[in-house]
Structure formats: C-alpha cells, structure tokens
C-alpha cells in the first residue's frame, strides 16, 4: 500500500539521489536535493516575474473593486499586531512615567491611548467579517472564470497532448484560487517582517544592540530550518511495508457491506475474526502513527532541547542589558520588546514556511499557463474539403504511402504501424482485419487526424491530408468505435449530437436511433410527461438512465446515422462499433449502413469475419503494425497466409468437435 503524495508536494528531480528511512510500519523515501543557491533561487523568481504579474492582472481583472478592498484588508490585518503593539506600549510608559515620578498616571492619557487600541480592534474585526463574506462570493467568480479556461483547454487539446505524462489533475479553478491567496500572504509577510523589524530596530537603538536582539529572536526558526527539514517540505513517498500492517488493512476491508453475502453464505467470519487477531498480535508495539508525526519524533532529545534552548536566548538578552545598563533599558521597553520577540519569530518561521509555498505557486501558474494554451501538435491545413473540384466525388479516396507511426509516450521503438502502404478508391467498402495490436485502429485515428505520421504520408482526394483543415475533414467523416461514449446527457442528445443543427429535431432524432436500433431504449428512457404534478417532479430530476452495452453501442450507432443529415459525410469509419451487439443486431446495423453507403466511402474494422467480407470490395490484413495481405475474400484464401488462419480459427467453432 502506497500513500499518496498530495499535489502540493514539491515535486521531484531526475538528478537528486534517494535517502530511505523506516518509521513504525512505514517505508518513507526521500530524496538527498542538493540547495540550490542564493543566486540560482534570485535568478529563477526574477525570471518568474512576467507569469506572476499576468497570473495576478488576470484574477485582478475580474473583480477589480472587491480585489482592491480584499487586498486592503489583507495587508490592514498584517499589520494590525504592529499596530497593537505601538499602542501597548504607549500604554506601558504612560503608566511607567507616571510611577516614577511618585504621582498618579495621566489618566487622560491613558484612557485615550486604551480607546484608540479598542477602537482599532473593533475596526479590524469588522474587516475581517466583512472580508470573509466578500472573498466567497469573489472567489467563485475566479474559479468559475478559470473553469471555464481550463474546460475549453480540455476539449480543444489534442490527442497528443492527453499522452504527457504531466499530472493535470491538480489544475482545477479551487487550486488557481488557493494559488492567489497564498501569493497575496507571502506579499504580506514580506510587509509584515519589514516593518516589525523597522519598529524593533528604532526601539532598540538607545541600547545599539538592536540587530544583536534581532538575530537572538530568529534563531530558533532560522536554526530549524537549515538543520530540521520538515517531510512535508520536500518530495516523499511513503509505503506500508509491514506484511503483518498490510494484511491488517485487507481484513478491515473485509467488513464493508459488499462482502457480506458472500462471508454470511461462505461460513468464513470466524476465520477472518482469527486472522485479524493473529496479524493484531504480530504487529505488537509497532507504531501506527502517521509518518509525518513519527518523522518529526525521530530526531533527539538533546536537539530539541536545543531548539528550546534558543528560544530563551532574547531572555538572556534583557537580563545582560538591565545588568549592563540599566538606566536606558526600562520594564516597559523589557514587556514591549518581549512581544516584538514573539511577534518577529511567529513571522519569521511563517515566512520561511512560505518561501515552499512560494515555489509551489509558482510551478502550479506555470503549468496552469502552459496548460490553458498548449502548443499545437496537430497542424491545420489551409484548403477546404472537399475542394469545388472534388464536391461531386462519390466518396473520399484514400492513399497511405509508406506510413510509420509511433504512439507519443510510448515504449521507444515501438512502431504501431511499420511502412504501410494501400490505396482505397473512393465510395470502395473496405475492411480491415487483423489481431489485437496489429495496426487497425491505428489507421483509423490516422484518418480521423488524431494524430500526424511519424513518416510518410496520407493522401485523401490527390492531395496531402495536412493539405486540409482539420474541421472540413472531421466534418466529413463519421466514426462508429468501440471506443466511443455516451455523453452524461440526455439519450435524445447523445443521438442529436451527432448533428447538434437539428438537436431540436424529434422526427429526425427518432429516425436516426431506428436506424441504430436504439429506438426500443430511446422510447423507454425519454417518457413524455402525463401532465401531473409528480411526472413534472420526475421530469425535473433528470433521473440518470442505466443502459447495457449493447444498448449504450447502439445509441452510439444512432449518433452517427445522425451525422449522415448533415449531408457532408463522406468516410464511414466503424472499428468494432457491434462488438457488444447480438448477431441479429450485428447484421440489422449492417444492412442500414450500407443502406448509407451511395456516396460514401466505407472502413470497417473487425475482429468477426462473416457479412463483412462477403461485401467488401478489399480486404486489408494487418499483422503486427504491418500490411501483410489485400484482395477480396477468395483472392486472400487462396493465398493461404495469415488471413486464411484468422478466418479458420473462427470457422472451426461451428465446426463438429469429433472425439
């Protein structure tokens, strides 16, 4: 069992080398990083600069007075203890001025100073209430902005770009949000540090040991961070690897209500009873505490001692300047500096926290950018299709020459398709055969332009298909694959997609699902409402239809008889499109495809031979990326190769078995 990394972990470096650690039941692996430099860190957030001022314009634009009030209130609230902290002190040494002198305190003064402290909080409080309400409704407004972007980005990526192997998953507009708020706080902190340590430095300069006292405050935090690096800050993974703590988890399993028919009938609670206690019992003392908690505990008493240790230090500090000189180091400075202490390390220790999110912001903008505007991989053509001089042409004629291809991503050599070569000739009903991974499909994707040729090229109509724009060819193919889903809509626009002009079209909708042979469940799924109360509830509930797989194939097939009423169809391409069905289903979609055919140029895909190829004009034989055979069904059985094996295999089931 592997513990997942979350998404704002730093991510990790193909040079660093590994560092493995065991802590109760855990593997934990780290990696041994080396620190980049002062002048590498400098150089990278300059260059990061330009990003962040576009990524901060963009989400500012979108609110910009809200933003502006949301800001204000930010860096208000940053320096709210500093505030505080002046007039406690004002406070202190009315009071103190006031006992030394033998007299009574200005009470005047006093009652001013503690008003203005009141009034601040109060103020502040009111900020802050007002801001919470303010950033929910803001904060949906980026999202919904950089949903949209990042949406539209899915849908217009290319193939291609769906085999990075980049983690996307963590792009997502609650992310862009948590982005910009943790930018905004480390532009705060860096305010807030500044002026706490201005206002410490003025304080302490009658003793001239101010930036003594300024380091003896951050030395725990600063001491930590160079000799204690926190699991959480770095890239780590983290494996159960405690056979007994493994087999421990299984039998919790064990209890959830799936498995319960099955212990109940199986007779085999007690055994599992048995074997929790036994893997109980192994485990013993073993800590099951989290591993970040366990990694924080393995470090020594004696260091965190020491990192007590130093928190004492600014104690020391007022003990040596009171013996020192105590005439210039008074109790009122003593409780203010004090304060300042608490406030500068609490600061400090979040700024040095936030430097990690600092640098994870900055990875999450540069590949939300990079996300949302990908470079093209699929380069579009400039001429229409069909051109005016091939408008009249029954079909699309198709010409692979030499064409080798290879899966972005994939194993290196790997070809899926290996020099292929074939021509079809326009309105021809072609298909293709071959085993698992021998090319078919491929092809298909080719002509779809989901993907380029690694080398050679494909020829539609005389011309190059990189010719084209990619829309016309697309808009004049039709593709029926095993691959294809139903959208989470409606079964009526599942089919209607097909052609969204006539979405509003019932007649042709309805006419497209006979078509496919989904008519039977497009009926019993879409019910017109009876006119009650209740059926106008039901209706309102967009009840989710639950289909089979053959039924889910022959909406499928509905979606792209709708796509013929386009009138621009000119390649049918179906890759297993009946693989679910029945065999009277099979042939019945068939029959109404080549019913389609006039005008069309056809490629069926399959594994089953039987109706297919006793139509087909050629048939094309793949083996392992290769064309191996083409001709029509008696031309390839007389050649006795791969194609007649392929074929008899499937004929010997029908075959009677003799003992």
Known sequence: MTQKVEDNVPKSTPTSSLREVKLGVWRILTENQKTPSFATRWEKMIGFMPTLRIFFEEVYSIEPRQMTLILVVKIWSSLEDLFLLHLSTRILAIIEIGLKEGGKPNSGAIMRAVAARMLLVAFTSYLNSWSQRTNSAVESRVQQHFEDKIFTAKLEADMPATHDTTDDDAISPHGVWNTFMTVVSVGTLVLQVVAILGYILNLSTSTRHGPIFVFLCICRPLFKSLYRQDLWNMPFVVEADNDDYVRLQALKRMGEDKYRQDIISGDIGEYI??????????????????????????????????????????????????????AKFTLSKIATLQRSEWTLRNTFSQSIQEVDSFARAMTFIERLYKFCSPLPTIKDGVLKYPSSGEADRAGMSIELRNVTFSYPGGEKNAKALDDVSFTIKSGQLVVLVGSNGSGKSTIVKLLSRLYDVSSGNIVVDDKNIHDYLIAD??????????????????????????????????????????????????TMHVQASDGTPLA??????????DISGGERQRVVASRTFMRFTTGRVKLVIADEGSSALDPEAEWELFNNLRVERE????IFVTHRFGHLTKYADNILCMKEGKLVESGTHEELMKLNGEYTKLYEIQAKAFEDNKL
């Open 536 to 545: 106008k509830e039901v209706e309102k509930m967009q009840k989710r239809a």
């Open 599 to 602: 005008g069309k140029t056809m």
């Open 273 to 326: 009873v048995d074997e929790y206690e036994q893997v109980q019992n192994g485990l013993a003392d073993t800590s099951l505490e989290h591993p970040l908690t366990l990694w924080d505990e393995q470090y020594s008493w004696l260091s965190t001692a020491a990192l007590d240790m130093l928190d004492n230090l600014p104690m020391v500090y007022y003990a040596a300047s009171a013996f020192l000189d105590p």
């Open 473 to 522: 060819l697309r808009a004049a193919t039709a593709s029926l694959t095993q691959d294809h889903h139903l959208y989470p809509l409606s079964l009526g626009e599942n089919i209607g997609l097909g052609n969204p002009e006539l979405m509003g079209d019932v007649e042709v909708i309805t006419g497209a699902a006979k078509k496919g042979g989904a008519a039977d469940a497009y």
